[in-house]
């Protein structure tokens, strides 16, 4: 350890990883988080909140491609995009790539985490605040979603974990679930991101995917890693009208060579290894049998956030 | 960070892992390596070599799984097994679940690692070291295998990264990999853990990958995600015979289901992922052209080894 | 750091140590604190008391042979001794070198910790609980003064750092120390531990020492440097009837002499040093006017001990 | 640990502090050393040089009154001083404060950390660096001194602690105190830092103390408390005429008051307490017999420079 500086990101009680730290760029408080933006030396510019790293310069794109395209793919049609959260909008400029797209809504809460991206994010972005399709709220997600009238093709939910005291705490709940559904036309698709698939760390996971499955009539759960979250990752993919599994070779193919914007992560093979689970955590989701409710929510970091 | 004892592992000059400590099972030196045998709060009991986390008792199923069953679907027949390291035994654990073996030799340097793997890990082994059909030898592999007249089915290389000054150093390159290809019956396999796979630290996975080309007609490059390794891990699979990918569902399916034991990590499904690597990893597997030779040698901890 | 295992001891929100760590010796919970005894590098066997050094083989003999004898020189007679806390028994080692100790109190809350201690500390007591002259009570230091009717020549406060949630919250409040007055002969000493009195970590000693002269006509704060602290410590010395500084070279080196057993800290120009404190030191003592009351306590530890 | 950005410095192999980590203010190699200024939260700016804290906003001022004052009261008269490293200003910032200087000459090989303490670190230098009185040369203390024919009156070593491989490992050596004391007038004195005083790590700090007296007939250790130096700090004060325990309270407390510019650290108490040691140290002091010379230097960090 002859460097001196480093960062420490705890993800449980027991463990966490550390990084050599090059630069603060940003350190402060808005009303919701405390966020930062620091570069280190294994994965350059990160995006902090609330001490978690939320996406690094070198691998936000396999994070950002795995949360959009399968949902885009499995969606009838890919008009009209809503995005909870996101706010980075890394998650808008991978929707922008699909021609289809008409109309891509923001909804997340914090303005100041918001402007802090549009200046300091730029590879994230990359101009997709400016693009005239999008539109963004400052304002709850769930409330948004819940008192919204017309109906998406797509929502996407890229939220920081389910934290006591955090602000997605209750946007995991089978009760959220039914408001997207709800919200959701008749061929339309939703995808979350789920938390830690690690085979020590996955009962969150699991909850996740069982509470989807209480909503949706069709729930793929699937995983990728992202190295700098230090653990497989988990998604949930839910549909009104099919599996993703029903998907063929030559349709993904063809829709992903009309994108706008060449994708360095997602492709056929890829999406096959996301979708083949290990027989561990394929046994561990069957077992789960919990569901989230808005009276009965889950935190990922159980006694971390005491603050 | 309530916790007080902590295991710090430092995997590169600039990242690393830490896990609360709750037992110092072992520590010391023997001729070759530092041994730690450490309990940690997020995986239980750890075996640690040079400051490593070799494995540990929550995910070394996925490892040794991972690293044994392809090999063995893969060779035309498995009845001599050579394994190059593997001193903890679950490796011929693993082996030993085909029942067409008839002999394991593991041949792995030092005697004392193996000693306490004995008294210590005994989850790793179970009993594979009483089986009758195992012999161990403690030297070098390497000149195990130039030397070595008769031939084995498979080989399966179960070795540290390679490292300057580290024992594996010299057991990465052509010279090595032609030898075990000699070694091998006609319709052999081996199969070698090859390092980091994640997205910023893949150089030295693509450059054995490559070597690895340069002395067998088939090779299959994989990766797990192992959480104990704080990355998704590469391996290296090559026949001199056929592809893995030409191996039906059904004959996968059959041989899994004549092994006595049971396997919790590997079946079909997960062969799939394992096997289905990401677009971006793939293109860089693409354009690699280093290889590791004796005189070029490649060392994954470039600047952490100095002592 | 190519050592991987460590002990890391935060002591405020802002900075803290880490030792390497060899031995973990012991540790549990107890119905009061968390006690560990560990070995580390620098300072050899520790007791650990909710995560904070209590005192190392290394250097114990600092702390206890600096908050003993300058209170014993100062009583008018020593024969009967209370130590409040100092269950691991080198208090009292260091009060039974002083040949006219008859009867030596000592009150402590946690009868584990003081098993523990008898266990795995002999270098600290040495004997000292085999001693016939020395008692051992297992309740509240502060509930067995206030009820104590007869007079002691002697009490040492040897407690952990007030802190909100801790054991030792109320012990260094005005009411206590008025009772530790009426608890002691018309001759009587008193010393207590203080806290940290590092310049950029003062209040809590400073509020103490303020604390103290409200109780008593005669108080002398002093400080000494335990390195295993981590910082210059403080300690409140005070008496009925006299000032330290009033002892003559002659007396305490007579005094000195006639001790059963060396001391290897504390002679008479160790004496002057403790004695003589920094210009700021002495400046922010003579500004501080907060007294420490049961309805207005202070903690040293205002937000890391959360739990 | 609820922050996430942290500075540590290892002090030995063994033990090291932490610190949060506010403002990266400067990064950077010279041609000497890496030098670093930063904000942490417990002591503020920070200059660090090879990853040591040289002195911090908080406490710099205990550290550069205890290493000048003493030594240019000692002194038969103080016109011309020398100042051996010392680039961050702050001790010729106290040299200026004595109204008989008419010369103060620095001699700091490192014209980019001077640049850089001329720039960032303000409250050291306060303006020495624009006294009339001041140069500043840029070359090697030692060949300067060894080069120099006329004389100064006290010289001051401010240099970092030696160690193999770097700038300051051959000015703590008998030759290097030899000519100290050919350049000091008749009645000169020389002080110098002198590494940590601590019961576990003296050995540096008594083989300095022999080594002087080998080149000195008056020698004094003193050690002085520096909170973010983590250890009690010693210094060696050396004189070609008198010991600094013959000057009286009279003389110190009057020349004391003829300063410019107020002490926040140094007057007579704190005079006393520096040069009273405590018994064990006097007695490790005195059981010292190694000379440092040019052919047997000694490291303080024997085993963290490695490079």
Redesign the interface.
């Given at each position: 350890?002859?460097?001196?500086?480093?960062?420490?990101?705890?993800t449980?009680?027991?463990?966490?990883?550390?990084?050599?730290?090059?630069?603060?760029i940003y350190?402060g408080n808005t009303r919701y988080q405390h966020i930062?933006i620091?570069r280190?030396?294994?994965?350059g510019k990160c995006l902090?909140i609330d001490?978690k790293i939320q996406s690094s310069e070198?691998?936000e794109?396999?994070y950002h491609e795995a949360l959009v395209h399968p949902t885009m793919l499995l969606a009838d049609s890919c008009n009209k995009i809503l995005i909870a959260g996101g706010g980075e909008g890394a998650v808008a400029r991978e929707v922008l790539k699909h021609p289809s797209v008409s109309d891509v809504t923001i909804v997340d809460l914090d303005e100041i985490a918001v402007a802090l991206s549009k200046q300091y994010l730029l590879q994230w972005h990359r101009g997709a605040f400016q693009d005239s399709r999008v539109r963004i709220f400052h304002e709850d997600a769930r409330k948004f979603i819940e008192r919204h009238t017309s109906k998406f093709d797509v929502i996407i939910v890229d939220l920081p974990e389910p934290s006591d005291g955090g602000p997605a705490f209750l946007l995991y709940t089978k009760e959220f679930y039914d408001s997207v559904y709800n919200c959701l036309n008749e061929g339309g698709a939703m995808v979350t991101q789920a938390t830690s698939a690690?085979?020590?760390?996955l009962k969150v996971f699991a909850a996740i995917v069982n509470t989807v499955k209480e909503a949706f009539p069709y729930v793929n759960p699937y995983?990728v890693?992202i190295?700098s979250f230090?653990?497989?990752w988990g998604f949930v993919l839910s549909s009104k009208k099919r599996d993703i599994l029903s998907l063929s070779r030559q349709y993904i193919e063809d829709t992903l060579d009309r994108l706008t914007g060449e994708?360095?992560?997602?492709?056929y093979?890829?999406h096959?290894?996301?979708f083949?689970?290990?027989?561990?955590l394929?046994?561990a989701l069957k077992q789960e049998d919990f569901v989230i409710k808005d009276s009965s929510p889950i935190s990922f970091y159980p006694s971390l956030n005491?603050?």
């Open positions: 350890m002859l460097n001196s500086k480093w960062f420490l990101e705890q449980t009680d027991h463990e966490g990883s550390f990084h050599s730290l090059e630069e603060i350190a930062e620091v280190i030396g294994s994965y902090v001490g070198v691998d794109f396999i690690s085979v020590n760390n995983v890693n190295p230090f653990a497989p994708l360095r992560f997602y492709d093979e890829t096959q290894g996301m083949s689970l290990p027989k561990y394929r046994n005491r603050k």
